[in-house]
């Protein structure tokens, strides 16, 4: 186990990154060693050229970054994990390009090792906000753990409903634990800290700039066994999670949706170019997932059809999708009176069966 006041340190240098750290580590044996090396001994590591072997022996304020960053760490009740720590994530360390540090809210779970990440828009139709809900209360049924990026849309639904169904969720986040973003967001993470984990490769005070989520992505799909992209453009940020998930060598799931729906364009891109497993049900993806899932292919996900309901609100049920209906609508193909399908759907409601969208429409939930 490393110093990580030393690694905070040499992380403080400009322009060297966790690729030449593990580098200098690997050569040095300990950070603290890298650190009082002289630049001669510096550039005989492959990859380590004059200006960066300057760098570190002149590393002007390492020393009071490394102590800043403890005591923010320390002030929010967070911890650093290294590259070296025991429990480092090992689908993360298996990845190209693994953080040397890692900043976390929360703990780090073994049956973290069988995680799927959830991604998407932030701006989800009705329907790719039910997908992403389903899929996270099923995958918490079989104790998988939920991995997303707490951004707007389907990340906040993915996460929100595992915590709902009382499983466990990682949100890998592109700034500072303590820079919690989108601000609306706070409470989620503080939740999901206390019920899993909140991580980030960025120091604590790094804003949420906007190169810093392509970085992130590619947490999201190395601490995981397989991403499913729900809804995105073709080129949204979660076709990048995706690419990285590929480059990682790891499976890629997409959620099939309307041609006309921009918000599809991207599963429906990565299906057509074979980049993706088509995904109907959860159990697509547990089945391609095959070795790393075995033991939980023996529960059975699928949804029970409901028995215990009455003549009138099966009526309505049966005519009721993932889609959204009007009142109107619905209470027509049901055949009855729109007074009584509201009847029914409430009762439908109070058994957890059906969703009510603003504008009254409806759909099962």
Do not use: C
Request: aromatic letters at 6%; zero cysteines; hydrophobic letters at 40%.
């Amino acid at each position: 186990m490393f110093s990580v006041r030393d690694l905070l340190e040499l992380a403080f240098v400009p322009r060297i990154g966790p690729q030449k750290i593990r580098k200098l580590v690997a050569h040095f044996q300990s950070p603290a060693q890298v650190l009082q090396a002289s630049p001669r001994d510096l550039i005989r590591v492959p990859g380590i050229e004059k200006k960066l072997a300057s760098n570190i022996v002149h590393n002007k304020g390492g020393a009071r970054f490394a102590d800043d960053q403890l005591k923010r760490v320390n002030r929010i009740g967070a911890r650093i994990v290294t590259l070296w720590d025991a429990d480092y994530p090992e689908l993360l360390k298996k990845t190209y390009d693994p953080p040397v540090l890692l900043f976390v809210l929360g703990k780090f779970n073994p049956r973290d090792s069988h995680s799927l990440a959830i991604v998407g828009t932030r701006t989800p139709s009705s329907y790719g906000q039910h997908i992403a809900e389903t899929l996270a209360r099923d995958f918490t049924q079989l104790g998988i753990t939920v991995v997303s990026g707490l951004a707007r849309g389907i990340d906040t639904v993915a996460h929100a409903a595992t915590l709902k169904a009382k499983g466990r969720t990682i949100a890998v986040i592109g700034s500072g634990l303590d820079v919690p973003y989108p601000p609306e967001n706070r409470r989620l993470q503080e939740l999901i800290a206390n019920e899993g984990a909140v991580v980030s490769e960025f120091p604590m005070g790094a804003k949420p700039d906007a190169t810093n989520f392509p970085r992130r992505n590619r947490i999201i799909s190395g601490l995981s066994v397989g991403t499913i992209v729900v809804e995105s453009a073709e080129d949204g940020g979660a076709m990048i999670t995706a690419s990285t998930a590929l480059d990682q060598n790891r499976e890629v799931f997409a959620i099939p949706g309307n041609i006309t729906d921009k918000r599809s364009a991207g599963p429906n891109m990565l299906i057509r170019e074979g980049r993706a497993k088509l995904v109907q049900r959860t159990e697509d993806i547990l089945e391609e997932l095959g070795p790393q899932l075995r033991h939980l292919l023996k529960k059975d996900t699928s949804p029970e059809t409901p028995v215990d309901l009455t003549l009138f609100e099966r009526r309505v049920f049966d005519k009721l999708s993932n889609e959204p209906i009007h009142i109107d609508e619905l209470a027509e193909v049901a055949e009855t009176s729109t007074a009584d399908a509201l009847v029914s759907l409430l009762s439908l409601e109070f058994k957890g069966l059906v969703r009510q969208l603003p504008g009254k429409l409806f759909l099962k939930q």
